[in-house]
């Protein structure tokens, strides 16, 4: 510590794990490293270390924390290549319209704002989850985390000082006796979370539930100096090679679907963490080695490299590229390294830094976020107002009320125009459900209730769980839309893709009891239950490690047993419609076997069925629906047209139902 400035050391071993932390999380972005998301929690960890031992230190020479200086400080580190960035996805949405330009204006917003985090929840994200099409500054939750810490933290410190009267000898145990109790309280919230079914969303998303490794670090801020560390460096190296084995092994078996790790294994991982941080500053072997060149450079510039990997990843993908494997990767790698570089050198470190005394700096700062937030969502609104005003309907969709009773949808045979294997059905024998009348009276006195049940595409129906809707023919219908990314039919097993990817059954929906403590909260008329993704998907890997896939007798067994069990569980509460599912990978040709195999197993089923497949491509023609989907399967975010899709679907799933 330099006591006359104020400031820290240089430790390099500091920025070398900050390259080796940034590095696992690329590997995890690029498939490769199943755990290698906890290296935002190293990250976490670090800055929680130094932002508080800087503090610390500038508290104690002046008795007071300048907070706009500090602030300052970090807007000039953070803002440049963020509006970079920014700046660069907001042409690329542009370019690409559709669904990409459609959500800009509030991914930009959140970003900017550095709420992405909270956004991102309440979109119902998924960051372990697949997408088609995801969000290109999906990455910036881990930010936004940071921000808030950067925000709040110097206004406790100051609380804390002026509560100890300007005793500044006290502080540091004051301020670490604050971070304990923070840490503790981010762990026992990830608790009650856990208790109250939480998504995996919320737990991971949530600036509560990950200020553990920021808390953390903020206790060895008040302790730990390159002055206070272990005379012997060979203690200080098995203390950093404990850490450093920890890690990896988080980072080579974990997943982020394992609950166990909201609460304690973020505790047990930011500990593991500070271990490393310690060790990178002695002069060992373990500090050293993080303190290679070349790990010290990217580290200095890991900030930059972190926000533009996941654009790249996105962007550059396989069918962009029409490359694979290590040569695809080897791209990333050298366009992120580029555009780090540039960031570095053209923007970051010419950026200039906000001063009282220079007021334009400030006000330089506020205007460009003003007009990359306006600028994205003005292009959000017309690509909106284009959607709405395009020339195509939602099948189905009631446009009055109905005069008499509602009708059910006809399940029409799928067609059977491609080329198909003896062992695959040629159409899909679903008896249509017939009827005259209601058979059932609607409630009085309350809306009618719907649980949607399902995967992504159920989840997609709904901007948020509860929802009401007015439904001609029906009136009142309230909504709990529980469909979750990645939820199965099958219950042994997990998704398998091809090429050796799984995903990982979200916790929710791996549970022999799913659906109960919605069914028993909400008390539903009808459960409709929409698996529309699950077509498109490679198969299933079981626990013995065999692999099954769609048209194969036993998976397809599998599948309809698993489908009638829920369905007859299930009907022991509410009247029960399941969903045809939708031709597999919509938007391209030749893949219609597993629908086939699919809907003939759920033609098969003791169930009501609608064939919402048959409804979303009436023919295996998907284009006259291409407008209301984002990318190949799930619903478009756009309000107006998700409410349609939905009323459209309630229409004709109700009348099936028996009202």
């Known amino acids: 510590m330099n006591a006359r400035s104020g400031r820290l050391a240089y430790l390099p071993g500091v920025d070398g794990l900050r390259a080796v932390a940034v590095i696992a999380v690329f590997l995890f972005h690029a498939g490769v490293l199943d755990g290698g998301f906890i290296g935002v929690d190293v990250f976490f960890v670090i800055s929680g270390y130094l932002i508080t031992a800087l503090a610390i230190t500038e508290i104690e020479r002046n008795g007071r924390l300048g907070l706009g200086a500090f602030w300052a400080r970090r807007a000039r580190r953070l803002l440049p290549a963020l509006m970079l960035v920014c700046s660069a996805v907001l042409v690329y949405s542009i370019a690409e319209g559709g669904a990409a330009v459609r959500r800009v204006g509030r991914d930009v917003t959140a970003t900017i704002l550095y709420v992405a985090n909270w956004a991102q929840i309440g979109a119902g994200r998924d960051y372990f989850a697949s997408y088609d099409a995801p969000p290109l500054l999906q990455h910036a939750w881990s930010l936004a985390v940071e921000e808030q810490f950067y925000l709040v933290w110097p206004l406790i410190l100051m609380a804390i000082v002026f509560g100890l009267g300007g005793r500044t000898r006290r502080l540091r145990p004051a301020v670490a006796a604050v971070a304990v109790a923070a840490a503790a309280a981010s762990v026992g919230v990830s608790y009650w979370l856990k208790s109250h079914d939480a998504s995996l969303g919320r737990l991971y998303f949530g600036t509560d539930t990950r200020a553990v490794g920021l808390a953390i670090g903020s206790v060895a801020g008040c302790y730990v100096r390159p002055s206070t560390l272990p005379a012997s460096p060979a203690r200080l190296d098995v203390f950093g090679a404990a850490g450093a084995l920890a890690l990896l092994a988080m980072m080579l078996w974990i997943d982020g679907s394992e609950r166990w790790l909201y609460g304690a294994g973020f505790l047990v991982i930011a500990l593991a963490s500070l271990s490393l941080v310690t060790a990178a500053m002695g002069t060992g072997w373990t500090g050293r080695l993080l303190s290679i060149r070349p790990l010290v450079a990217l580290g200095r510039v890991s900030y930059g490299f972190y926000l533009w990997h996941w654009p790249v990843i996105v962007v550059l993908d396989a069918d962009r590229t029409g490359m694979r494997g290590p040569a695809l990767g080897a791209l990333w790698v050298i366009v992120t390294a580029a555009l780090t570089a540039l960031s570095w050198f053209v923007v970051e470190r010419r950026a200039p830094l906000p001063a009282i005394g220079l007021p334009r700096r400030a006000i330089g700062y506020v205007a460009v976020g003003a007009v990359l937030i306006g600028t994205s969502s003005v292009a959000t609104a017309v690509g909106n107002d284009r959607l709405q005003t395009a020339e195509f309907t939602v099948p189905g969709a009631p446009t009055a009320p109905s005069t008499g009773s509602p009708t059910a949808s006809t399940v029409a045979p799928l067609a059977s125009d491609v080329p198909t294997s003896s062992d695959v059905p040629t159409t899909t024998s679903i008896a249509p459900a017939t009827t005259a009348m209601p058979k059932l009276a609607l409630p009085v006195g309350r809306p009618l209730r719907v649980l949607v049940i399902g995967d992504s595409v159920a989840q997609s129906l709904t901007s948020s769980r509860t929802e009401a809707h007015v439904v001609p023919g029906f009136g009142d219908v309230e909504v709990l839309d529980v469909g979750n990314i990645a939820c199965p039919v099958i219950e042994t097993g997990e998704w398998w893709m091809g090429a050796g990817e799984e995903l990982r059954v979200p916790a929710e929906c791996d549970r022999s009891d799913r659906y109960e403590s919605e069914i028993d909260g909400f008390?539903?008329?009808?459960?409709?239950?929409?698996?529309?993704?699950?077509?498109?998907?490679?198969?299933?890997?079981?626990?013995?490690?065999?692999?099954?896939?769609?048209?194969?007798?036993?998976?397809?067994q599998l599948w309809r047993d698993d489908y009638q069990r829920l369905v007859h569980r299930l009907e022991g509460s509410a009247i029960v419609v399941v969903s045809t599912v939708a031709p597999a990978d919509i938007q391209d040709e030749g893949h219609d076997a597993p629908t086939r195999c699919l809907n003939a197993a759920i033609g098969q089923l003791d169930a009501k069925v609608f064939d919402y497949g048959g409804w979303l491509c009436p023919g295996y023609d998907c284009s006259t629906s291409s407008d209301l989907r984002a990318d190949k399967v799930h619903f478009t975010d756009n309000e107006a047209l998700r409410r349609q899709v939905i009323e459209s679907i309630l229409a004709q799933v109700l009348p099936i139902a028996g009202y």
Request: net charge negative.
């Open 523 to 556: 008390r539903p008329d009808v459960v409709y239950a929409l698996f529309g993704w699950t077509g498109g998907g490679g198969g299933q890997r079981l626990d013995d490690g065999s692999i099954l896939t769609p048209c194969q007798p036993a998976f397809d």
